[in-house]
């Protein structure tokens, strides 16, 4: 999985709508650092990469005790006006079966009289003709899917912020892996 964009819309410390992109510029240098001062945002946007993957399974550094919906809520960046809620997207390839598939998994949400009202959308553009399309079946299944390219357990090792690293467990990998086929884009 090589992450290529991630787009922030009212989403923490980042009010309006900011995209990063996360592909490097060139082969020759194959790294992306983000560096900031305290507060800035750097552990927000890995927490915008967890939570666009893994919604209420991903281990987000704000989290704390107060459950999904909550943290969803204080997400919502403070001057957003009330009802427009916030959104965080993760542009990604991924190759199976000797094809690269781009996806977009686009994850929004609002404050409701209620609670937290949550959307999740996946977009996908399996032939790489430049153009992302819905993918119904892929939306359906995120979760299940998106956990067997990349357990929701492992994904914290890549949001360790300096003043929290801890060693990151090495993974035992089958010698062969394999992933359900899917209906529409067969990722």
């Not at 009010?15 to 510029?25: A, D, E, K, M, V």
């Not at 704000?62 to 009330?82: D, F, K, M, T, V």
């Not at 956990?147 to 914290?156: G, I, K, M, Q, T």
Request: hydrophobic content about 35%; charged content about 20%; overall charge positive.
């Amino acid at each position: 999985m090589i992450f290529d964009e991630l787009t922030l819309r009212n989403f923490g410390v980042f009010s309006g709508t900011h995209t990063l992109t996360l592909t490097p510029p060139a082969s020759d240098r194959p790294v992306v650092l983000i560096g900031g001062l305290n507060g800035c945002g750097k552990t927000t946007l890995l927490d915008a990469i967890q939570l666009a993957l893994f919604g209420s399974r991903a281990r987000l550094a704000g989290r704390g005790r107060g459950g999904y919906e909550r943290y969803l809520a204080e997400q919502i960046h403070r001057s957003c006006p009330a009802g427009e809620g916030a959104a965080v997207e993760l542009e990604f390839r991924i190759t199976r079966e000797d094809r690269v598939i781009r996806v977009r998994v686009c994850r929004s949400w609002h404050v409701t009289g209620s609670g937290t009202a949550e959307k999740v959308r996946v977009l996908c553009d399996d032939n790489l003709a430049g153009v992302l399309t819905p993918d119904d079946a892929l939306t359906s299944d995120w979760a299940d899917r998106v956990e067997a390219w990349v357990p929701a357990r492992l994904a914290p090792c890549s949001s360790s912020t300096a003043s929290r690293f801890r060693p990151c467990p090495t993974p035992t990998w089958p010698s062969r892996c394999s992933v359900p086929p899917s209906t529409g884009c067969s990722v």
